[in-house]
């Protein structure tokens, strides 16, 4: 299919020459005069390509672009500028809203139609997917006014309040753009882009960042640190659009670093005469470079922060910043600074030249030389840039390449490592798993003989025992017994430091309960009040649960055996912001003093008499707190009761 | 030499075969047990083959007590095998062992075991369990029927 071009100029000879161009090219060409038929042309037909003069009869050519920018199906088709205009002002106008390129009139047919195909070539190698863009600003108004338009525009949008936020955000998400605010509070916008470079997954993603001030230094510091853009948040929300589809469109399409030697050049010439610079301009023209023209050195550095040029020439006597100060500030700029820069002067003045050369100039012509030597000039810069160019990509991929295969070296290293350790952990699980089964079986075998056989004694030769042999045999199955639970116990506690740990919603007041109505069954003569919050739900893993309230609730139960009105309560509470579990009883409590041992194994506060127990319930709960990530402590007060609390946070912890 | 019995001990603890015939002793299921001391005299035994050619193997006991931890064949493998036999097949087997660990819970109930009891330290407790047992799989429970065919 013929791709169309869309010709907006109010000159019928600029519409023909350009028409008969493209058409000779293979285009086929849509022709118009003013912005009314431009957008009737636009609503017949489906265009490729659009050229726009910048001073219509019935529009302003940057506000129809504007208007084409947020047409659906003209959001991304490239665009190139045109205009008579010699204010450097409307170029960077026309740039900033999102122009593709801007060419001055006089132009070169030759090399608006090489631009415009190479934009084209550019522009089809574009995704169409939606991009996600991440804004990051502090004040909630601007991110939402930004959603909104960003959102208006087909855009996926995220915002963040802060740097901090937005970096994590960054890592997280991998949005196709940033736009981010230059002032705020903590991590600034430029220290945010600066990050994102240095970031080897992100280092790619085109960031635009939003400037309060029109200071030209802020706008150079953006770009040093890395941003592809910078936007004036006082401009209208639509400049912000257009920004952003440019530095899109110029990410995804990224143009290899060496251009052909033959390829259309531009030049940059700074001169605050008009007369010289324009002559200088026509020269130039002739010979196919597209001449931008600035009148100052601010307006230069200015133009250099939206557009990319291939060598400028700076007159070295200028009002305002100056030529020195000029090419200081672009020398010392890392964005611009390998720029060709040509100092052009009046004054033959051998100082003045070793001086500039000193401060970064390339060269440094008399403004009384031949234009032909000037062009010579310029093209052996604009040569020798493009061989620097070349040898610095074959250096950056030589390097590239070693890096990667340092990188791929250190993570296969740190795999190894990681699988060693995983191995190693595997095969001492494995082992205190073997060891746990054998200590099940066999430990417990021999005990079984102890405490059965004494029994037989007992019931067997009961009258040739007197007190005392009957009292010591009870006192072997006694003690039997309890290292038979004390064998129980500890399997338990390691069983739940190995155990798979599987969250999810759980009613713990259903096992709270179920553990109660078991213990009154076990002990129906026990009169005791439980009180129970219903409905506390915690994402948990339910058997573990299980086992911590088995722990908790039978302490409850055991200490309030000499209580008079025994009292047992579960519920939640809110401290510091958690949600807190909490069982408490009115039995016999303990001393603070000792709170800090309760949670070890084989700690016991109280003797074997008053309260049998093998030491290791609570040091089991303190394991599989631990492994839900939560915390266990406990309140108490000797004789008034004691009170176990924990908290099991939602979804972190287990570092097993 | 196993006697045949309505149930059938499969343990090599001397131990243990004595404690668990004592705890049945208490219970009105005394004289009903025979004991295997490992799991291949409990498959001869079971199959009528080796020591046992001559036994009439349509004979089998109402139940098995099955250790898990056994020289020569051990327990798992016991049942594997009397599930794998279509004529023994349909046994009640009872695990009767040490250990509760899941990974001996899961083989067993995966490979058809009726039932798993921990023999507990407390012989009391041991006794009360073999009555609980002995009531259960000799009285309430219906045994497969003698003449249904493999």
Redesign the interface.
Known sequence: MTPNVLIVDDSLTVRMDLADAFEAAGFHSLPCATATQARAALAANVVSLAILDVLLPDADGVELMMELRAHPAMASVPIVMLSTEAEIKHRIRGLQTGADDYVGKPYETSYVVSRARELLRDHQRLPTQTATVLVIDDSRTFCEQLRRAFEQAGYGVMTASSGEQGLRMASSHRPMAIVVDGVMPGIDGATVIRTIRLDAALRGTPCVLLTASDDREAELRALDAGADAFVRKEQDLQVVLARLAAVLRSAKTERPDADTLLGPKRVLAVDDSATYVNELAAALRGDGYDVIIAQSGEEAIEMLAVQQVDCVLLDLVMPGLGGKETCRRIKTSPVVRDIPLIMVTAVEDRAAMIEGLGIGADDFISKSSEFEVLKARVRAQIRRKQFEDEHRRIREELLRSELDAAEARAARQVAEAKAALTDELERKNKELEAF??SV???L??P???I??????VLEDHFENLDEMGRDYLQRV?AA??R??QLIDDLLLLS?VSRAGLHRRPVNISNIARTVVDELRRKDPQRSIEFVLQEDVIINADEGLLRVVFDNILENAWKFTRKTPTPHIEFGVIERDAHTVLFVRDNGAGFNMAYANKLFGPFQRLHSEDDFPGTGIGLATVHRIVDRHGGRVWAEGEVGRGATVFFTIPFETGDPK | MIRSGNLLLVED?K??VE?TL?AFAKTEFARKIAVARDGEEALEYLFATGPYVGRDPTILPAVVLLD??LPKVDGLEVLRRIRASPRVRRIPIIIL???????DLVASYDLGANSFVR??????D?VQAARLLGLYWLVTNEPPPRSARP
């Open positions: 746990s089964y099940s079986h066999d417990r075998a005990l079984r003989s405490d059965g056989f004494s029994q037989a199955r039997a017994q290292m038979g069983r | 603890n131990d243990d404690l004592r898990l931890k062992t040490s250990s509760n660990e899941e990974q023999k507990p330290v407390d012989f009391v041991f």
